[in-house]
Every structure is written in C-alpha cells, then in structure tokens.
C-alpha cells in the first residue's frame, strides 16, 4: 500500500491509524491492547489462549497513552481492549463473555443460567471487595493498612467458601470464575511482598491456596504470567501512588 508519509508526528500516527484500520478489515485479526502488569489484561490473555485463539497482543504505556488506544477506548481509556473484526470491546469482563459467545471450544461459562448468574456475582464480589482492599493494603501503611487487610481476608473468607471441596470454580476444568479471580493468585502475593503484609495466610484460607496451587499448575496459566520481577519493580514504583492501577 503506497501513502503519504506527513511530517507532522500527530500527522503520522493518524496516517498509521488509517492503515491499521484498513488492514484489520480484510481479515479476522484479534488484538489485544494490554499492560504487562495488568491484572485485567492477564484475564483477557488466559481465556484467549485456553480457547486457542491466535492473537497480537500490543503493550501499551499506561503513563502515555497511544492515541489508538483512546480512539479504541474512548469512555474509559484504559487497557484492556480487544479488537476483533474491527470492532473494539472494553472491560475485561466484558471481554470475557464475548470471547467466550465467540469462541465455542473450551466453554468458560456455565450451560445453567444459575450458575452462569452465580459466577458473575462472584466475579463482581472479588472486584469490588477483595480487589480494591486488597490494592489498598499494598500500598498504604500504619491503621490504614492494618484495615485494609482486614476487609481484604474478610472478602476472601467469603471466597474460601465457595472453593472448598473443588478444584477449579469451574468445578473440573478452569472456567470463567477462575479466570475472572485468577488475578488473585499471582498478584495478591506480589502486592503482599511489596506491601509487607499478609492476606493469604494458608493456615486460615487452604481451600484457596489449594486452588492457587491447581491454578498456576495448569501449563497454559503458567506459561503466560508475567516476570514476577519486573511486577515487584512496578508495583513498588507505584506504592505510593493514589491513582488506581
């Protein structure tokens, strides 16, 4: 394809813009624009990669963010997205749920609308609860820290609950649950460290590091995680931050 090269560097991300979008719409590419250290993102890569879905997976600066990633995103403006058919989907848990009515193989969700609606609740459950006290812990201190912990293992009592007895949320196989909470596996004890605190504690919660254990186990979770170096730099570079993630 033959273009115009301007010299103006607004000028030209467009002009790459442009191609980019032409090229997305002669073919069934799937991208995912992402950060490393992204607990969101890391579900998105999960469900792609147990579905098998080839994808392009581009990093991108959370601190500067690329002017396609705000014209994808324009509500939010923040990783994840996937694009598919060029067509942009936000949220991961909305991502989630489209992959999975996408991508027939390896069903992440329920058959029964039952368990499909339990699954939500507790995906929603661990975002708003555990998540957010959890983040909270890591990077503050002193009384404030000490309560933060505290609502964080009272939200995973309430999970430690719903996992006892199984393997997976998914029951045999990982699912949707697994997927959506995952980030509990790997990014709780990374904040633990930065943050010098204890959320986990195998003694009071051994269904859940039982699940965690199972969790990172399986070859195609393992295989995808993230430096758990570069996440200690990253996350002691933003312990004292007040913006989220």
Not at 22 to 39: C, G, I, Q, Y
Not at 151 to 166: F, N
Not at 179 to 186: D, E, H, K, Q, T
Request: with cysteine; net charge neutral; hydrophobic share 40%.
């Amino acid at each position: 394809m033959s273009y115009m090269i301007v010299k103006d560097e607004k000028g030209i991300i467009e002009v790459k813009w442009q191609i980019w979008r032409k090229t997305m719409e002669r073919r069934e590419d799937v991208k995912l624009f992402n950060f490393h250290a992204s607990p969101f993102g890391q579900r998105v890569i999960w469900a792609l990669k147990l579905k098998g879905v080839d994808y392009e997976c581009i990093e991108e600066d959370i601190f500067n963010k690329s002017n396609l990633l705000l014209e994808l995103n324009p509500v939010h403006k923040k990783v994840p997205v996937l694009v598919h058919c060029n067509k942009p989907i936000a949220e991961s848990l909305v991502i989630l749920e489209y992959i999975d009515e996408t991508w027939k193989q390896y069903p992440l969700m329920p058959q029964n609308p039952y368990q499909r609606a339990h699954a939500r609740f507790w995906a929603n459950f661990a975002e708003h609860k555990l998540l957010d006290a959890a983040w909270m812990a890591m990077r503050s201190s002193g009384e404030e820290q000490e309560k933060a912990v505290n609502e964080a293992r009272e939200a995973v009592e309430k999970i430690e609950e719903e996992i006892k007895g199984k393997r997976f949320f998914g029951r045999d196989n990982i699912g949707f649950l697994d997927i959506a909470i995952g980030w509990i596996s790997y990014w709780i004890p990374v904040w633990e460290e930065v943050g010098s605190m204890k959320i986990l504690d195998p003694l009071k919660f051994p269904a859940i590091n039982a699940w965690i254990t199972n969790f990172l186990s399986h070859p195609t979770i393992n295989d995808t995680l993230p430096q758990r170096d570069n996440m200690i730099v990253y996350y002691h570079s933003r312990r004292k931050e007040v913006s989220p993630f």
